[in-house]
Structures are given as structure tokens and as C-alpha cells.
């Protein structure tokens, strides 16, 4: 024997064995009666043993075909009790989730969501753990990150969760006080209220209209690794501060912010669900991405939000 029987052979000699005829088996396969027994000339032949005899008129399985036949149909029955409980997993999904977030996005957006998740699906146990930084890609410690911006890695699987834009913003009273920048360049002499995440440069911001892109080194009062402090300082009129439209639009919305240097551009910070690929069946990963991109895009279109933004390619 060269190679071991595929279900389709399997499931080829159990229909065959059925219909008791080749012409029979050839309607039931809409095919030739020809192409009936050229296909179990070439498994037998494989196999290396006559799984029937045939006469003009009817055919009957050899001993060797029975012990073949009865192996068959137990592993078909097998494969589609397989089959449905993958689907029931996929329906009713259980385990542990692991979720990586960022502090303040990560408190604010995803453990609300999480715990709506977990209603919906009590099979799941969830466990959350915010870090300033993203984790290395690499390490699975964790199923889903939710990050800002594709990963460099094209091994990593990358789902859009939504569209997010940085804005630059400041209270209605520093803007009283000090007035609005007109242009870039008058971030050098306005407070500015950097976020120092990982590598970014400090103090250091990159504005783009149209094709041209300016680098400001902004004059930096005051600066923390958590975006939600930064935040606070700008509503208490303490400078300009550079966030996620998600984390500030409720501010934005009720005129506790005002957003400055609006014709420009900065750094996208679209919203990601990142996985390897060795998750990508999981029951609990594929619900867990589906419940968010639901979710985001309802919130998103309440807020009058961007909803989406292309897929991966």
C-alpha cells in the first residue's frame, strides 16, 4: 500500500457497496459507469487487493472489502461526530481567554466589553491584564492583544476592529488664555502634554496635510505613560495634549476639549485585534473578534465615529 485511504475513497466504497451495481453507484455519483470503475480500479490497486467481484449484472465485496467497508463507515461516523462537535464548539465556545490591552484603553473600552462577552458566552473564563506597553508578538502569553496600529509581522493575523484617529486637543481655557495654534510650528511655544509609550521619541510630533509632512519638537510641560492622567491635565488647562479620537470624544462631544490644528493629520491609531496563528480556530478567539467588531462598530456609529477600515490584506 503506497499511501493511506482518504474519506473520499472511503466514503466512495461505502456508496459503491450501497448501490450494489456499478451503473447504480455511477447515477448516484452522476458519473460515467466507466469512470465508476476506473476510480475503484485505481483503489484497489493502491490497496493492493480486490475489493469486488463483478459479474454483468451485479457485484459483491470481497472479504477484503467487508474489513474495509467496516473500518470505513466506523471512521465516516466518526469524522461527522467530529464535525459536529467543532460546530457545537463554534456555537457554544468554552476555555480560557487571554486578553492583552493597553491601560487606559484596556479599562475604559475592553474589560466593559469583556464582561458583556462573558454574559454571552459563560463557557469562556476571561482573564485581562493591562500593560503600558504591547507584549513581544513572538511570546504567547496572551490569544488576543488589542493594539493600535497593523503589526509589522506578516505571520501575525491582524483584525481591524475600527478606524481611529490622534487628534490634538485642549481645554476651553488654555485656548482662552493662550490662544490656538494656527500652524505646527506654534507648538513650540504652546504647553504641550506628551505620552510616552515605548520607543516614540519624546516630545516629538509629526503633523501631515496633504503630502507634506512637518516634524515639530513641541515644548513638553508635563508628560506621563498613561494616557488618561494626560488626559485630566488637559481638561484641568494645562496645554495641548496628542490622543486616540476614542479615548477623548466624550470630551469632544460635551466641549470640555477643543480640538486644535484640525486641517492636519497625525499618526493613524486604528484599533487591531492581534493573534498568532495558532489561534486562529479557536472557538473563543474567532467569538471574542467578532463580538468586538460588533460592538465597536455600534459604539462607533452612536458617537458619529469613523465605523471601519479596510482588512489586512
Not at 476571561?126 to 503600558?132: A, D, F, G, K, M
Amino acid at each position: 500500500m503506497n499511501s493511506p485511504s482518504l474519506p473520499s475513497d472511503m466514503a466512495f466504497f461505502s456508496l459503491l457497496a450501497r448501490c450494489g451495481s456499478l451503473a447504480s453507484a455511477a447515477r448516484e455519483f452522476g458519473v460515467s459507469a466507466p469512470a465508476v470503475t476506473k476510480r475503484l480500479a485505481q483503489l484497489e490497486a493502491r490497496l493492493g487487493v480486490q475489493l469486488l467481484t463483478r459479474s454483468t449484472r451485479r457485484m459483491h465485496v470481497t472479504e477484503e472489502g467487508e474489513l474495509y467497508l467496516l473500518h470505513a463507515r466506523r471512521i465516516l461516523s466518526d469524522i461527522e461526530d467530529m464535525e459536529r462537535l467543532v460546530s457545537s464548539a463554534r456555537q457554544h465556545p468554552q476555555g480560557l481567554l487571554r486578553v492583552n490591552a493597553t491601560l487606559g484603553f484596556g479599562r475604559n473600552h475592553v474589560a466593559p466589553l469583556l464582561s458583556r462577552f462573558r454574559k454571552r458566552y459563560p463557557g469562556v473564563d476571561v482573564q485581562l491584564q493591562l500593560t503600558v506597553s504591547p507584549p513581544p508578538l513572538t511570546d504567547d502569553a496572551f490569544d488576543v492583544c488589542i493594539r493600535f496600529g497593523e503589526p509589522p509581522d506578516a505571520r501575525i493575523i491582524a483584525k481591524p476592529i475600527a478606524a481611529n484617529r490622534r487628534l490634538l486637543c485642549a481645554s476651553p481655557a488654555y485656548i482662552a488664555k493662550h490662544g490656538a495654534p494656527a500652524q505646527p510650528s506654534d507648538l513650540a511655544r504652546h504647553a504641550c502634554i506628551d505620552i510616552r509609550h515605548g520607543s516614540e521619541t519624546y516630545g516629538v510630533w509629526r503633523l501631515r496635510r496633504g503630502k507634506r509632512v512637518e516634524t515639530v519638537k513641541v515644548n513638553v510641560r508635563m508628560s506621563t505613560n498613561d494616557g488618561d492622567i494626560a488626559v485630566n491635565w488637559a481638561l484641568d488647562g494645562h496645554g495641548i495634549v496628542q490622543r486616540a479620537e476614542w479615548d477623548i470624544a466624550r470630551h469632544l462631544e460635551s466641549g470640555r476639549l477643543v480640538q486644535v490644528l484640525k486641517p492636519y493629520q497625525l499618526p493613524a491609531a486604528d484599533i487591531y485585534a492581534v493573534y498568532s496563528a495558532t489561534h486562529q480556530y479557536a472557538s473563543r478567539v474567532i467569538a471574542f473578534v467578532n463580538f468586538l467588531q460588533r460592538a465597536f462598530a455600534s459604539k462607533a456609529s452612536a458617537a458619529g465615529l469613523p465605523r471601519g477600515l479596510p482588512a489586512r490584506e
